[in-house]
């Protein structure tokens, strides 16, 4: 009960973190199901459109149901801590952005109970993915479980952006902040920049397929193009919502464990919001083969190769942050340095793509699902590896096997070079992506049965992850506040894990990287910023939940055309928002005393 | 070490990496053996990339393992390392130099952008092609000859094809990558593109676009014959139909296969046409006629075996497409094996 109604950032960044990687083994064992299907030519595994509804519900799984919330759950853990803030700006929000989220996905994962599954892939171009040629209930799942996670994952970018804003500890300047943070700032304004544009597209889709709308219906005047410009303008940046979170763990991963401040920060803000900035120009570059015409196709080929130089910078600075430095190989260490060269062969095949003529080869080929699975598994979730592998013991206050963890790093790491770096050859021999099987003798044989040994080797890996954490839930709490005694920023400074208040006292930042400034003039706390007194907290709340449930039961009630459903799930949100306007919660007091005893 | 060192010793590798490219895959079907200049320019663009790349990853690996080696903790060091702010001379080094990279494969990327965009429909000396995308066939029209064929597309060596392409149904896209890249097929409008093909011979085709369940399956050929061959095919495909001889057959055909199907002067083009089936290298594009390819696998079959597996269940075969099975359309045993006789016998003299 106490985690239905909390609204303690540290916990729903656990809730986020226990809801993402559930979805994250939903996900990973559809991919283990399309690679055992690939296994071999004109295997018959699984079915033609089950395979499809595999591949889609495996990118859309990974995209929103794991991926993001797993990088929620690091901003969420890590964020106000790292600020020196007692919690985010609007906790009721950040509530209800988690359940909003955790009922999307759950709402998306029914459709595998109720056999109709979404089929048109993640990306679900009309009019595959319009009434017209897809008449069950699959792609409703899709638009609309997808149109409810979006609610959290907007109130998410808009909660962050307002708490990085505002609630900085004293002497915390922007050029002040630990990169993480700033990741995470640019992060939340893409999200908001982003994620409404995915919503008006859903919901035009939504009113084409439930009231007979003719926005992408040929027959009716509408247009096929107009949903992939929404959709890209829409997922182009959301590639880079994936990818500056991982930046910022690695930002940080990398210095505290070679013990040096991280090499040119400036340059690497400047970066961050450079690449934010040219992500949002750049969506067409999905569209190359589209038919744009040449004009279009050479800006947006040229404003895509720009994105290299940035990200170019990043990968020197971390380098020159480990030039030396004292490089200390922890399993968290392990997963932000074989993030550096992955990345960057994700990166340098992304310029090949870039360049539009040869991308008319590469285009929806083996190579394209190559390259970002190098970018997306190759940085993104090594990057949460490392994150999770770094902040485990200030999150939970006990610290995972190294032994276990340098298991799961090699065994995910071979595995994943192994699957994906033979797919750009597939791709370049003339292998299209989401084909259900291939004919024999093409010359694929070989290569997929390569890549399909490397996915289980995935799987392994992963699966060792888990026992880690289990075993790690058997042993005592001990953790360090300073658990990797090089720990540069505020959240090192407080116990793990740390109290319901954060900070007894908020810290007065001195610097930046304010901790290890402390530390190295010889201090063993973070000077206060204000007198002890009673810390104000806000109260738990079950209405966030109650309202998300009130959506998804909506979700229901307009896919079965159910409309009293739909208005009385409607009716429950409402109700709810109502006795959130009316009732004034101001929450309650922490004693100084209480402090102490805790 | 000095730096044109480096350059002499990561060049052959280059070299040798674009010469190990090269031998890879079947010919008619992987981009990386052009056939066709199209695909050449395209590989061209690859190699320049690729090389480019290959230089960044070999920098970027060897400062890596550098650093990983030469800074590691050593046991019981408590030594802080110096905390360095950055560099500027360095940053404006890692930011200019990718630039200067950029702009070599940029430059020829434009130029390539626009010498593949154009326009050969109002060209006298160019063959138009119309090319309509359906669940899961591809029909081709040659507007200025009068004949349509489906599956297997015939072109003449040496000219310029300009090809129109549209869709009946979902997005399809058009590629044959031992001849040129990709382009989409959307319905409700037209996009335009060109290829050539130098040499004769038969490419391999595929469908690039997530269309449904066969969209894996939605294969075709792209055949190139000499000019003189290419005038005999026209005039082959336009000759009056040839009929089974047996009446019987004749009429089954006539009725059920007909009212989708098209032979010659016969039928309707709601399906794919099959004038002349008993000599195009498939069946529905995935199924090899052992007694046609060049190359026949072991798991061949001949043209009349293979058109009798898809005449009693195309579902099988290709699920989801819209061809009705034998038992649907109320063939017998002795229906089906006459009309696969017939068909398998239809070849066009070229
Ligand atoms: C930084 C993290 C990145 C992520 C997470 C990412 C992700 C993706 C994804 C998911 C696709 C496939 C779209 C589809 O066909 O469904 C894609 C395609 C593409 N990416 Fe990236 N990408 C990243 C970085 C880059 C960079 C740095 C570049 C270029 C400098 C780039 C250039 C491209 C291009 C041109 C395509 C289109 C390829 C095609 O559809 O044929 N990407 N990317
Ligand atoms: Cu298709």
Redesign the pocket.
């Known amino acids: 009960m106490d985690w239905l109604t909390t609204v303690d950032h540290k916990k729903i960044g656990i809730l986020y973190l226990l809801a993402g990687f559930i979805f994250f083994l939903v996900g990973g064992l559809e991919a283990i199901l399309i690679r055992i299907q690939l296994m071999k030519p004109m295997n018959d595994f699984v079915a033609a459109d089950t395979f499809n509804e595999l591949i889609t519900m495996h990118?859309t799984t990974m995209?929103f149901l794991a991926a993001m919330p797993m990088l929620f759950a690091l901003m969420n853990a890590v964020i106000p801590l790292q600020i020196g803030a007692r919690d985010v700006a609007f906790p009721f929000l950040n509530a209800l952005g988690f359940w909003t989220f955790f009922f999307g996905g759950l709402l998306l994962n029914i459709s595998w109970f109720a056999g109709q599954v979404p089929d048109a892939?993640?990306?679900s171009y009309v009019p595959l993915a319009g009434p017209t040629y897809n008449g069950t209930h699959g792609v409703d799942y899709y638009v609309i479980g997808l149109q409810i996670a979006g609610i959290g994952t907007l109130l998410g970018g808009i909660n962050f952006m307002a708490t990085i804003i505002n609630m900085r500890a004293p002497g915390m300047s922007f050029m002040r902040m630990p990169m993480f943070t700033w990741a995470i700032f640019i992060t939340s304004v893409l999200i908001v920049f982003a994620f409404p544009v995915l919503t008006v597209g859903l919901v035009a889709l939504m009113f084409d397929r439930l009231f007979q709308a003719n926005f992408f219906e040929v027959g009716g005047g509408g247009n096929t193009v107009l949903w992939e410009h929404v959709f890209w303008v829409f997922?182009?940046p959301e590639?880079?919502i994936?990818?500056l979170p991982a930046f910022g763990v690695i930002s940080e991963v990398v210095a505290t464990f070679s013990r040096k401040r991280l090499f040119g920060y400036s340059s690497m803000v400047f970066a961050l919001v450079l690449?934010a900035f040219l992500g949002f120009m750049?969506w067409a570059?999905?569209?190359?083969?589209t038919g744009l015409g040449p004009v279009a196709n050479a800006l947006f080929s040229i404003g895509?190769?720009?994105?290299?130089v940035p990200?170019g910078v990043k990968i020197f600075n971390w380098l020159f942050t480990l030039w030396g430095g004292s490089i200390r190989f922890t399993t968290a260490n392990l997963f932000a340095i074989g993030f550096i060269p992955t990345?960057v062969l994700?990166?340098v095949?992304?310029?090949m793509?870039?360049s539009a003529p040869a991308?008319y080869q590469?285009?929806?080929?083996y190579?394209?699902?190559a390259?970002?699975h190098y970018?997306?598994v190759g940085?993104?979730i090594l990057g949460i590896f490392a994150g999770l592998h770094y902040w485990w013991p200030k999150m939970f206050g006990r610290m995972l096997n190294e032994g276990l963890g340098k298991l799961t790093f090699w065994t995910f790491f071979i595995g994943f070079h192994l699957t994906f770096f033979v797919q750009h050859f597939l791709g370049l021999l003339g292998m299209p992506?989401r084909v259900w099987t291939y004919l024999p003798n093409q010359g694929f044989d070989t290569l997929n049965l390569i890549s399909s040994i490397g996915a289980f080797l995935m799987g392994i890996g992963t699966i060792v992850f888990v026992l880690n954490v289990i075993i790690t839930w058997a042993k005592p709490r001990n953790a360090a506040a300073d658990a990797w005694e090089d720990g540069r920023s505020l959240e090192w400074t407080i116990p793990s894990p740390p109290p319901e208040y954060n900070f007894k006292q908020t810290p007065l930042v001195r610097g930046i990287d304010a901790w290890w400034k402390e530390k190295t003039e010889g201090n063993t706390a973070m000077t206060p910023a204000e007198p002890l007194g009673p810390i104000h907290m806000p109260s738990p709340s079950i209405l966030p939940f109650i309202m998300s449930v009130g959506l998804f039961i909506a979700g229901f009630g307009f896919m079965y055309a159910h409309h009293w459903l739909a208005a009385g799930g409607i009716l429950v949100t409402f109700v709810c928002m109502f006795f959130r306007s009316v009732y004034d919660d101001h929450g309650f007091h922490i004693d100084p005393e209480e402090e102490v005893q805790a | 070490m000095n730096r044109w060192n480096v350059m002499k010793r990561i060049l052959p590798l280059l070299a040798g990496m674009a010469l190990l490219l090269s031998a890879c895959g079947r010919s008619d079907l992987s981009a990386l053996d052009p056939q066709g200049p199209i695909a050449q320019r395209q590989y061209d663009l690859m190699k320049i990339s690729i090389s480019i790349m290959t230089l960044v990853v070999v920098v970027v690996f060897a400062i890596c393992i550098y650093v990983l080696i030469k800074f590691r903790r050593r046991k019981g060091d408590k030594t802080i390392p110096k905390q360095v702010e950055g560099n500027h001379k360095l940053e404006i080094i890692w930011t200019v130099v990718p630039l200067i990279l950029l702009l070599i494969l940029g430059v020829p990327t434009i130029q390539s952008v626009f010498g593949m965009a154009k326009d050969y429909s109002k060209d006298k000396d160019a063959i138009q092609v119309k090319v309509t995308s359906h669940l899961y066939w591809w029909e081709f029209e040659y507007p200025q000859l009068g004949v349509t064929t489906a599956q297997e597309l015939v072109v003449p060596t040496g000219k310029k094809i300009s090809f129109e392409l549209v869709s009946a149904d979902v997005k399809h896209s058009f590629w044959i990558p031992s001849i040129g890249g990709k382009m989409d097929t959307n319905p409700g409008m037209s996009n335009r593109m060109y290829l050539e093909f130098p040499k004769e011979g038969v490419y391999r085709g595929k469908c690039a676009e997530l269309c449904g369940p066969s969209h894996a399956l939605m294969d075709f050929k792209a055949k190139s014959v000499s000019p003189a061959s290419f005038d005999k095919w026209v005039a082959a495909m336009k000759a009056p139909a040839v009929m089974p001889a047996d009446a019987h057959i004749a009429e089954t055909f006539r009725s059920k296969c007909l009212a989708c199907h098209a032979v010659g002067d016969q039928g309707t083009n709601g399906a794919p046409n099959l004038t002349g089936i008993g000599g195009r290298q498939t069946v529905a594009g995935i199924l090899y006629n052992s007694d046609v390819v060049k190359d026949p696998q072991s798991e061949d079959k001949t043209v009349e075996e293979n058109l009798k597996t898809w005449i009693t269940n195309p579902q099988k075969v290709k699920p989801g497409n819209q061809m009705p099975s034998a038992a649907d359309n109320q063939l017998t045993q002795d229906e089906i094996d006459g009309i696969a006789k017939y068909l398998a016998g239809y070849k066009l003299d070229y």
């Open positions: 990118g995209i892939g993640w990306t997922g182009h590639v880079y994936l990818i690449i750049v570059h999905h569209m190359f083969t895509t190769m720009l994105i290299a990200t990345f994700g990166g095949t992304g310029v793509l870039a991308d590469y285009h929806d080929s190579f394209v699902v390259h970002f970018v997306i940085g993104l992506r």
